[in-house]
C-alpha cells in the first residue's frame, strides 16, 4: 500500500510564502496605522476624523491577498502608491509626530509593493519551472 504525501503537489516554494505573508502583512500595518492615526495618535481635529475612512480601499485587496489570488498581487501594487504619495505629502507638510507615522506609512507602502511584485515574479517563475519540469527534457530556468 502507498503511503499519501502529507505535502501538497503545489506547494510555494518558501520566497514565494515570504513574500505573500509580507504583502498581508504590509497591508494590515498600513490598515492598522491609518485606523490608528487618524483616531487615536494624530487626528487631523480632536477625537478623530473621517479621514480614517481611507483605510476602507485597504480591506478589498486584504481578501484576495489572504486567498493567494495572483490578480490581487498585480492591482495592489498600483494602488499602493496612492497611500505613498499621500505619506509623502503629509511627511513633508505635517508637524510632528503626523510626519513620523507619514514616514512609516511610506515604509509600508515601499514594502508592500516590494514584496508584491517579487510574489508576482517569483510564482510565474515557479508555474514556467514546474510546466518545464512536466516537459520531457526540460531543463528548469534560473
Known sequence: MQTPNPLPPNRPSPSVALTRYLAVGSLLGLIILGLAWELVLAPVRPGGSLLALKVLPLC????????????????????????????????????????????????????????????????????????????????PLP
Open 60 to 139: 478589498f485587496p486584504l481578501f484576495g491577498l489572504l486567498k493567494n489570488r495572483m490578480y490581487t498581487h498585480r492591482w495592489v501594487t498600483l494602488m499602493v502608491w496612492l497611500y505613498f504619495t499621500e505619506g509623502v505629502v503629509r511627511a513633508y507638510s505635517d508637524r510632528p509626530p503626523s510626519n513620523y507615522l507619514a514616514m512609516v506609512e511610506i515604509a509600508l507602502c515601499l514594502l508592500l509593493f516590494a514584496a508584491s511584485a517579487m510574489h508576482i515574479r517569483w510564482r510565474f517563475r515557479d508555474l514556467k519551472n514546474a510546466a518545464v519540469a512536466s516537459a520531457p527534457d526540460a531543463k
